[in-house]
């Protein structure tokens, strides 16, 4: 029997699936305002801080994707306490595990609070003025939760179809760069001393937040041992998608200007001039298509939280809605929490560096301790817990 | 998929479909005073503000006159005034008399009355560049007496009377004669420690709208006018543009005149020490539109002549030009100072570039290749 099929239904993602679930989760509300923070530390030399960024996120995501894949086709919350405890008494392994999940799960739940919160401040601001915040954040969150307590099978497949559309404005961002920039504008490059370099390196870094998400996804993987071709591949697109928008908001609008823009990518896309004056405000096209990179932002995460949840605590598969329900109220809570626009911002500041620290630090940890222990994930066939 | 919900289902879906009729902020397009231009002056007490609303019920087109006629001119439109401390002070006092929301988002045309630019306009960009509704993309002008005066000429060819305006300067644009540069390039002009921002001047009479040249910003204040020729020269110094045609003194008696077509500028900087040497050439083609002199334009010595004479007027306007931003304005709207920003970044960290601009040499040299003499072959 082909082994593909036999585990059709615990292996369901494949790794184009799982290319796609990082490039959606990865890129998101941070899109529309990063380039002001990079611009801020590194002024034009923004233009190749944010590809060396990228690398140390391709880094990160290199030894979380390495780490997990000691443990091929297998759930976190199945080799982790497997990992940690001995081999007679699992119950000490779990706790020992706990500290690890609530690390993760703690980025998870705050970083898709903190997306729609900041989404919502963007549709206040750029489309609906009158809107009531809470509204948007309800409709924002129910809906990324029925779809977040579907189960993973459906999430990977929501990703494979989306992906795609996040492309869309990246074009038409180059189209504007291409119009409407200046060469002149992403000059004089290299006139950072090596402090300042490295701080814009950093910021660069944490625009890359959200990798940490393979810990729930990779055990489902079908082919873990290619996971490191699909990660990179993922990592390398989401560079060239924020280095698109960093050169262009350089090109355009030139480091002065970019850092006193609140949101500029939505001041990128109205600068562009559509032939004709048929669409004359593309920004709102753009936070229209931007809906779905938000959205799967905050879906993959979702599910990412109550997977681990769902499996950690040993509940039942098709309860998974019923966990979503009850986080509605936490989300809801941590995302109306930041008083104001700049609490905002400080937030996702704080929530931009936690994420790549949990990651490399748990990462490095447990891989560590793999390597003492000379732990492997062993027989790729032992069965999951049952779930149903 | 929720199994409590089931006996409730039917209602549930009734509740969302209720919920999903509209949104908070549907505003339909009857329900906007939506302004195409927005002048604003300086004023006493701090601004006054003057918007053109058009009057749909009086465009041509619209149901109110079945298609047919319509009124153009003042009767098209209406104007609304608003004085205040700040820009939105101004414009509370005109929300107070707009029988509905006014909106921004269709506005056009952005004109500053000529005392408002020399004042300073930094502190009512602000107050725009806050406003979402208020697009980058839109013509900024300068206007010679008040905005407010300017709004109310009613060119006869345009229903609406800043439509005028608007296609007057989108065609010069095209045909590289003004400046190019709206809200957006003023913004980033502002910004950038490099450059200065220049905005199209002109001049509103009853019944007719000109272009009068370029006004000459330092940042956010406005430091002069740059007459109509040189602005031309500058607009092919600075951005490229081809500018207007110009007549050039023959060598025997009479002019001939040069459209150019096309046009290719080189800008060099070098440093003296820490002064500025800036050569720029021009390379400018195009043809003879006119000639009132006795001279056989199908010989090559001719118009190698004639070449020679054009390229002299062209430098000659140019140097006059660069020595009026030199001494008289003091402000590098030629945007060289961009190019030390970008090229020599140590020099520009040393040097006050306004005062450096002044000092610097620079030379424009001209190379004018005459391509074709019109339909007359001689």
Redesign the interface.
């Known amino acids: 029997m082909d082994p593909s099929s036999k585990q059709g239904k615990e292996q369901p993602i494949s790794i184009y699936q799982g290319h796609a679930l990082i490039v959606t989760t990865v890129v998101g509300v941070g899109v529309l305002y990063m380039q002001r923070g990079i611009a801020q530390t590194a002024g034009a030399d923004g233009i190749w801080t944010i590809l060396l960024g990228g690398l140390l996120a391709m880094l990160e995501l290199y030894i979380l994707t390495k780490l997990l894949q000691r443990f091929p086709k297998q759930h976190s919350t199945v080799w982790m306490p497997r990992l940690l405890g001995s081999e007679k008494r699992s119950g000490v392994g779990k706790i020992l595990a706990l500290p690890f999940f609530f690390a993760i799960a703690l980025f998870w739940i705050s970083a898709s609070a903190l997306a729609c919160r900041t989404f919502g401040e963007v549709l206040v601001?750029?489309?609906?003025?009158?809107?009531?915040m809470s509204?948007i954040l309800l409709t924002l969150l129910v809906t990324a939760v029925f779809v977040a307590s579907t189960p993973v099978e459906v999430i990977a497949r929501f990703n494979e179809f989306l992906l795609p559309v996040l492309y869309l404005p990246v074009i038409l961002i180059f189209a504007v760069w291409a119009k409407e920039g200046e060469w002149?504008?992403m000059?004089?490059l290299f006139?950072l001393s090596w402090k300042e370099a490295g701080l814009g390196i950093l910021v660069s870094f944490f625009a890359f937040s959200g990798s940490s998400i393979v810990f729930a996804f990779m055990g489902y993987y079908q082919q873990p041992e290619k996971a490191v071709k699909a990660h990179m591949s993922a990592i390398a697109v989401i560079i060239l998608i924020y280095w698109i928008v960093t050169a262009a908001s350089v090109a355009?609008?030139?480091p002065?200007?970019l850092k006193?823009l609140m949101w500029p990518t939505l001041?990128l896309v109205?600068?562009a001039?559509f032939p004709g004056m048929i669409l004359?405000?593309l920004e709102s096209g753009l936070i229209a298509i931007w809906v779905v990179a938000v959205f799967t932002t905050l879906v993959n995460l979702l599910a990412a939280l109550i997977d681990i949840i769902v499996r950690l605590f040993r509940i039942q598969d098709r309860s998974r809605?019923w966990i979503g329900l009850a986080l509605i109220p936490v989300l809801y809570f941590l995302a109306i929490w930041p008083k104001d626009i700049q609490d905002l911002f400080f937030w996702n500041w704080i929530v931009g560096v936690y994420s790549p620290l949990v990651s490399i630090t748990v990462g490095l940890i447990l891989l560590a301790i793999a390597l003492l222990r000379r732990k492997k994930g062993g027989d790729p066939h032992v069965p999951t817990p049952p779930t149903s | 998929m929720f199994p409590l919900l089931r006996p409730v289902r039917g209602w549930a879906v009734l509740c969302m479909l209720l919920a999903l009729t509209g949104c908070w902020d549907a505003r339909e397009v009857e329900e906007r005073t939506s302004v195409i231009a927005l002048g604003v002056d300086a004023h006493p007490q701090g601004y006054e503000v003057t918007v053109q609303v058009p009057n749909p019920l009086k465009v041509v087109g619209s149901g109110g006159s079945g298609g047919g006629g319509g009124e153009g001119g003042q009767a098209a439109v209406q104007l609304f005034t608003g004085v205040g401390k700040t820009l939105n002070d101004a414009m509370n006092e005109i929300r107070n008399q707009t029988n509905q929301r006014i909106f921004f988002g269709h506005t056009q045309l952005l004109m500053l009355g000529d005392q408002m630019a020399r004042k300073g306009i930094s502190g009512m960009l602000d107050a725009l560049r806050r406003q979402q509704e208020i697009r980058r993309r839109q013509w900024a002008l300068v206007v010679k007496g008040k905005a407010k005066d300017a709004m109310k000429a009613s060119p006869k060819l345009e229903q609406i009377p800043m439509e005028y305006m608007v296609y007057l300067i989108a065609n010069g644009v095209r045909e590289g004669r003004y400046s190019s540069e709206g809200l957006s390039d003023l913004y980033s002009n502002i910004f950038n420690p490099g450059k200065q921002p220049i905005l199209n001047f002109i001049e509103a009479e009853p019944e007719k709208v000109r272009w009068l040249g370029l006004a000459i910003m330092n940042k956010d204040r406005m430091v002069g006018l740059l007459p109509r020729k040189e602005s031309q020269v500058l607009l092919q110094l600075r951005d490229e543009e081809v500018g207007e045609s110009f007549n050039t003194p023959c060598h025997k008696r009479g002019y001939i005149v040069f459209q150019p077509q096309g046009l290719k500028r080189d800008v060099r900087i070098q440093f003296q020490g820490i002064r500025p040497v800036i050569r720029v050439n021009v390379d400018l083609r195009g043809e003879i539109v006119e000639k009132s002199c006795d001279v056989d334009l199908s010989r090559d010595p001719v118009i190698h002549a004639l070449e020679k004479q054009v390229r002299r007027r062209y430098e000659h306007l140019a140097q006059t030009m660069v020595a009026r931003l030199q001494k008289q304005f003091r402000t590098d709207a030629c945007n060289f100072g961009n190019r030390v920003r970008a090229y020599y970044p140590q020099k520009w960290k040393q040097l006050d570039w306004s005062e450096a601009f002044s000092q610097a040499d620079v030379r424009v040299n001209y190379h004018v290749k005459i391509l074709r003499i019109g339909l007359e072959a001689k």
């Open positions: 601001t750029a489309i609906f003025p009158l809107t009531p509204v002149l504008n000059l004089p006139q355009v609008f030139g002065d200007e006193r001041d109205k600068s001039e004359e405000r809605k």
